[in-house]
């Protein structure tokens, strides 16, 4: 269980990690060698549907949602988290390449590349998609 905003929620309520993605996330931090560093997910401006998803190995910071998933923690900052509420993360190798993916109910529509989305809330319209694949 977590904290957030007074307001007591369990980890998949925010987010779900597939077994295949939480073995490669431990290898990833056991390859760093730093027992500080989680995995971070976050949403940014751009990408070809208005919002793109963004991973990487960090410490936690100030505002972060922490979420323990038993040996790693997922942190997630304040105004990432209201986008990505309620996602699965999966690891996928495939003859496309690997990667992380983000399975998100609150994407209305999603770039071909599954890294840029737009929400019911965002506004325009989704564009093809400019990821080379």
Request: aromatic share 6%.
């Amino acid at each position: 269980m977590i904290e957030q905003n007074q307001q007591v929620v369990t980890e998949t309520d925010v987010i779900s990690v597939t077994p295949v993605a939480a073995e490669k996330v431990r290898e990833l931090i056991t390859q760093e060698n730093d027992p500080t560093l989680g995995l971070r997910i976050f949403v940014a401006g751009g990408g070809c549907s208005g919002l793109q998803y963004g991973m990487t190995l960090d410490e936690e910071q100030e505002g972060d949602t922490s979420i323990s998933m038993g040996d790693f923690k997922i942190f997630i900052d304040e105004m990432s988290i209201q986008y990505i509420s309620g996602s699965e993360v999966d690891y996928v190798d495939s003859l496309m390449g690997a990667g992380f993916t983000v399975n998100n109910p609150n994407a209305v529509s999603t770039c071909g590349c599954g890294h840029s989305f737009k929400t019911a809330e965002g506004d325009g319209e989704a564009r093809s998609c400019g990821c080379g694949h």
